[in-house]
């Protein structure tokens, strides 16, 4: 079985080559971040992923995780990654120095993210949710309540989990049930039952903090009656250490298709002691900060599934003899030709390839903004705020579909191997199947983009990401090498703005058209977004041939993978505009009685 390899050089051309990051690091003040501190990272990061996580990928897949009388058991040899994950500092890269954090850029954490999740996307959901709870505590808690359990979650001795789902509700939290009642010390009594709780329960940390929505006795009806809660497994100590157990016990564990080395959980809350987090009934602003976080992080999985299964089946596709190439031999001692002579195992291995670079640029970019609504000016961080608002659903949804995608077409390099548990390539995509479903679904993402970011903000949002690619099209409208590139982004990013105009003006009329418009929206926005970023990094690398300084190789990949995915899966564009400007009625005709007809 081939072990995955951190991709570090395409990792440095996205972060340095394509988005200057030394220089931006350098501009938002993060002196610490030196490029020698970068390659520390990245160097020791690849290290333990590759060595410690990645061996435990199949196992954690195997084994799974294992519940009895309320506690869980985690694969062999998680708790132990864990802990050496802990003792190197990996929690508290990106955290505030003040709460035990380094203070690095946030950016650095999705780096890590990303090697983690590539070589072990199960175990790294563990570290990952503590992320998102790490983040809603620092930007909507009490000074108490980061003293209590921010610096356990930066440390990393406890763990965090999103606790949104219910059995009746999942992508309508409006109708959530679990109860907050006020006790007299001014906590909440917490109860109702929450499912489908990743990280929920395990016994890799000393404590877990449940980050918690729930209704308050007197909170209005749907959305605007949602608070937050923290409810910890083990109420803390005075001294902050972990004391009485809380009223909090994983009823069962879900059994599911992949990601079976992580545990997901039902959540039985028996009048568990709950502390708010932020105002009453604003919960799912404060959530949102929790959700922001998810969502790039599931983003990542799409990236990482289509990272690991494009290394694997490359790696089988060189070394695999079967039938020969149709232009004549090219193996003439062998009994068949390697299959990556083979036009169609070409065409797999280069969407693969071109979906995880792609992948990375786009990540690193809303990484990259995320990094300027910290620290930026206050003008930055509004831009970056835009550009992220507008970037995260086509991120989450856009990657992951295409993630599942890749993984699919990696195990189809292997053939009937690929189907076989043997190599590796069934749990890929049994793993990245989910990634589409939670943090909102695909559907959702789309309503997300197309209602609330780009028709809501009269299109506002959309022209400030489409005046840079026009900006970049200006640019090197003259420079001939790019001319294929150009000239079909432009007519694509004028597209973009006409079909926004088309569903926006017919949903003036019916607002079905929003709903049957978004996915092929959200789809087509996916595609030109990375076209984008694939014209710019074709313009890095030629730029670099003209300047003849070295790793030629590179670059000529870099390039002719631009050009395939320009030739092959931009025109995938035109189809979702046909489907788009098809309208809703197509969708809207049939009665819902007959549909089975
Ligand atoms: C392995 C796993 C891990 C998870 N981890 C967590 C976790 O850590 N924390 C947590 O809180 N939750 C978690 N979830 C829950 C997950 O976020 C939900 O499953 C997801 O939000 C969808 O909700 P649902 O399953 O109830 O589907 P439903 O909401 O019932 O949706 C069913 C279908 O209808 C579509 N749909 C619904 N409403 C609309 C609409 N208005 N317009 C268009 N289409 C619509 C959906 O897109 C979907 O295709 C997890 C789920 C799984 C399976």
């Known amino acids: 079985m081939t072990d995955i390899k951190i991709p570090l050089r395409d990792m440095r051309f996205a972060m340095r080559e394509l988005l200057d990051w030394d220089q931006h690091y350098a501009s938002l003040g993060y002196d610490e971040a030196s490029p020698d501190l970068v390659d520390a990272i990245l160097e020791e990061g690849a290290k333990f992923c590759e060595n410690v996580l990645a061996p435990l990928n199949a196992v954690g897949d195997q084994q799974g995780c294992t519940w009895k009388d309320g506690e869980v058991t985690t694969p062999e040899g998680f708790k132990e990654a864990y802990q050496q994950f802990v003792e190197a500092g990996w929690p508290s890269l990106a955290h505030d120095p003040e709460h035990g954090g380094q203070g690095l850029p946030p950016s650095l954490g999705t780096i890590m993210s990303e090697m983690v999740g590539t070589t072990n996307w199960s175990w790294g959901m563990y570290p990952g949710l503590s992320h998102g709870a790490m983040n809603t505590l620092q930007a909507h808690g009490t000074d108490e309540q980061k003293a209590t359990y921010l610096t356990k979650l930066v440390e990393g001795s406890w763990t965090g989990t999103m606790c949104l789902t219910e059995p009746h509700c999942g992508t309508d939290l409006g109708i959530l049930r679990t109860k907050a009642e006020p006790n007299a010390d001014g906590s909440?009594?917490?109860?109702?039952?929450?499912?489908?709780?990743?990280?929920?329960?395990?016994?890799?940390?000393?404590?877990?903090?449940?980050?918690?929505?729930?209704?308050?006795?007197?909170?209005?009806?749907?959305?605007?009656?949602?608070?937050?809660?923290?409810?910890?497994?083990?109420?803390?100590?005075?001294?902050?250490?972990?004391?009485?157990?809380?009223?909090?016990?994983?009823?069962?564990?879900?059994?599911?298709?992949?990601?079976h080395g992580n545990a997901t959980a039902v959540l039985n809350f028996d009048g568990a002691k709950g502390f708010l987090i932020g105002p009453p009934n604003k919960g799912l602003n404060c959530m949102f900060t929790f959700m922001n976080t998810a969502r790039l992080g599931t983003a990542l999985q799409g990236l990482a599934h289509a990272e690991a299964g494009f290394q694997k089946s490359l790696a089988y596709a060189r070394d695999r003899l079967q039938m020969r190439s149709l232009s004549g031999p090219k193996n003439p001692e062998g009994a068949a030709d390697p299959i990556i002579v083979h036009p169609d195992v070409r065409r797999m291995?280069?969407?693969?390839?071109?979906?995880?670079?792609?992948?990375?640029?786009?990540?690193?970019?809303?990484?990259?903004?995320?990094?300027?609504?910290?620290?930026?000016?206050?003008?930055?961080?509004?831009?970056?705020?835009?550009?992220?608002?507008?970037?995260?659903?086509?991120?989450?949804?856009?990657?992951?579909?295409?993630?599942?995608e890749s993984a699919n077409l990696g195990l189809q390099c292997f053939g009937g191997h690929g189907y076989i548990a043997e190599w590796g390539m069934e749990q890929n995509v049994r793993d990245a199947r989910i990634s589409t479903i939670y943090e909102g679904t695909t559907g959702i993402q789309a309503l997300d983009l197309l209602g609330r970011k780009v028709l809501m903000s009269q299109g506002e949002l959309l022209r400030k990401f489409t005046k840079q690619v026009h900006k970049f099209c200006q640019a090197e409208v003259d420079t001939e090498a790019l001319a294929p590139f150009v000239s079909k982004l432009q007519e694509l990013n004028k597209e973009w703005g006409d079909v926004t105009m088309h569903v926006g003006a017919k949903a003036m009329e019916n607002p079905e058209e929003v709903g049957a418009a978004s996915v092929d929206y959200l789809m087509y926005s996916g595609y030109v977004a990375l076209g984008f970023l694939w014209a710019r990094a074709a313009k890095v690398a030629n730029d670099k041939l003209a300047a003849g300084e070295g790793d030629a190789d590179f670059y000529r990949a870099k390039l002719a993978t631009a050009r395939f995915y320009f030739d092959r899966i931009l025109p995938r564009t035109a189809t979702h505009a046909a489907a788009m400007k098809s309208g809703a009625a197509n969708l809207m005709e049939l009665d819902a009685e007959h549909f089975a007809f």
């Open 349 to 404: 291995l280069l969407t693969q390839k071109a979906f995880a670079e792609g992948g990375r640029m786009l990540i690193m970019l809303c990484a990259q903004q995320v990094d300027r609504t910290h620290k930026g000016s206050d003008e930055e961080k509004k831009e970056a705020e835009d550009l992220l608002a507008f970037l995260t659903p086509i991120a989450k949804a856009f990657l992951t579909e295409a993630g599942f």
């Open 188 to 259: 909440y009594a917490i109860t109702g039952t929450k499912i489908f709780i990743s990280a929920g329960e395990h016994d890799m940390a000393e404590n877990i903090v449940h980050i918690v929505l729930a209704r308050l006795p007197d909170a209005p009806a749907g959305t605007k009656g949602i608070s937050l809660f923290i409810v910890p497994k083990f109420l803390p100590n005075e001294d902050g250490s972990a004391g009485e157990r809380n009223g909090v016990v994983c009823g069962s564990l879900e059994h599911k298709m992949g990601i």
